[in-house]
Nanobody
Framework: QLQLVESGGGLVQPGGSLRLTCAAS????????MGWFRQAPGKEREFVAT????????LYADSVKGRFSISRDNAKNTVYLQMNSLKPEDTAVYYC????????????????WGQGTQVTVSS
């Protein structure tokens, strides 16, 4: 069974940091581009970051550039999202997703999804 499981979410104060982890089971992350997306209450799910299977191609949403960093460890079948300088507007459920082929921002290209982890930024 193909599965992605996110962890690492929680409550953090503005300006704080969190590291999200996405662990894959039932398949290898090799040859899969991986992405992080988020969905705030009442809003559509949006792109956050994506990384190619080899890690050479990385894209970020403008809203997180310079604050978030995506990385992966294919040997551990894991993808990470380091989030620094968090803002209240970063509050959302964060989802990990995988796709064949190139790293892209289009949410519709991603076929494998995790259940999400809640990130709340509040004082």
């Amino acid at each position: 069974q193909l599965q992605l499981v996110e962890s690492g979410g929680g409550l953090v104060q503005p300006g704080g940091s969190l590291r999200l982890t996405c662990a894959a089971s039932g398949f290898s992350l090799d040859k899969h581009a991986m992405g992080w997306f988020r969905q705030a209450p009442g809003k559509e799910r949006e792109f956050v970051a994506t990384i190619s299977w080899g890690g050479r191609s990385i894209l970020y949403a403008d809203s997180v550039k310079g604050r978030f960093s995506i990385s992966r460890d294919n040997a551990k079948n894991t993808v990470y999202l380091q989030m620094n300088s968090l803002k209240p507007e970063d509050t959302a459920v964060y989802y990990c997703a995988g796709k064949n082929g190139y790293a892209r921002e289009n949410i519709n290209d991603y076929r494998i999804w995790g259940q999400g982890t809640q990130v709340t930024v509040s004082s």
